[in-house]
């Protein structure tokens, strides 16, 4: 199940794409991903432009909690 880009399709929320049909790029993609759960499923976007995933979603798929890096003072 993937959540779909309301600016590519305002009326499909939620679809099931079979894993063979998903690509993945070429290099990162950092641009514009609007969508009404984002609020549900993640926390915000931390410095890399990565979303942090809610508890729930972390336990799901067995990820770890994100962290952020201490800052350096000696930098």
């Known amino acids: 199940?993937?959540?779909?880009?309301?600016?590519?399709?305002?009326?499909l929320l939620v679809a099931y794409v079979p894993e063979e049909n998903l690509l993945a790029p070429d290099g990162p993609n950092k641009g514009r991903f609007d969508h009404p759960y984002l609020s549900f499923l993640f926390y915000?976007?931390?410095?890399?432009?990565?979303?942090?995933?809610?508890?729930q979603l972390r336990e799901k798929y067995n990820r770890p909690r994100h962290e952020v890096p201490p800052i350096d003072e000696d930098a």
């Open 44 to 55: 915000g976007i931390d410095a890399a432009g990565d979303f942090i995933p809610i508890k």
């Open 1 to 11: 199940m993937v959540l779909v880009d309301v600016h590519v399709d305002p009326d």
